[in-house]
């Protein structure tokens, strides 16, 4: 749709059409012809002038003369003469709707497109690095927690990888210790973890 296009109406004087409307907000015969007018006379500059404040957006600047237009529709009682020429309002009304839609833009978060994910997915690895490396500190923590007895036993069977009688061997101890204190300490270091906020 381009406005500059359009043929325009017939010359009205739109102070002498304000007159005509009726201040009830809704669409009379006098507020019908007050919005042709208003169409007629203005459009076409309206549209010139968003399409400036929207850095040539064409598509934008049609929907926000549609809603400046709208909005005269709605308060008819603006284009009183006593209030100044009716292409001021215009005017104005079209700058705050850009200023509020840029407003709007800015406060909500970017979309994310396939090249943003994309970017993203590439990034992630590091990101796990990280989390991993927090995550393996805050173990490393709750183990300095256990008692040295608990600790010991984890130490060989999980960390070392030997076997329950391995590890009794090693330490020194009969395997049905070594088994109580294995259960007794993953259920200690289970608490710790949680405690740290990791759900084992």
Not at 14 to 23: I, L, Q
Not at 91 to 120: F, K, M, N, S, W
Not at 154 to 178: F, K, N
């Amino acid at each position: 749709m381009h406005w500059s296009s359009r043929k325009r109406g017939p010359k009205t004087d739109p102070d002498r059409s304000a007159r005509r409307v009726s201040g009830k907000g809704t669409l009379s015969t006098a507020d019908e012809e007050l919005l042709r007018t208003l169409y007629a006379e203005h459009a076409g500059a309206l549209f010139r002038y968003v399409l400036r404040l929207t850095s040539g957006d064409w598509q934008w600047a049609e929907d926000v003369v549609q809603e400046t237009l709208l909005r005269a529709w709605q308060h008819p009682d603006a284009f009183d003469p006593a209030r100044g020429p009716a292409r001021a309002w215009l005017c104005t009304v079209a700058r705050h709707v850009v200023i509020d839609a840029h407003r709007a833009r800015q406060a909500r978060p970017a979309e994310a497109g396939g090249e943003a994910l994309q970017r993203a997915d590439e990034q992630t690895p590091g990101e796990d690095q990280i989390e991993q490396a927090l995550q393996s500190w805050a173990v490393a923590d709750a183990v300095r927690s256990l008692s040295p007895d608990h600790r010991a036993v984890l130490l060989e069977t999980y960390y070392r990888g030997r076997t329950m009688a391995e590890a009794a061997q090693s330490l020194g101890i009969p395997l049905g210790t070594v088994k109580s204190r294995t259960y007794y300490a993953l259920h200690a270091l289970r608490l710790a973890l949680q405690e740290r906020g990791i759900e084992p």
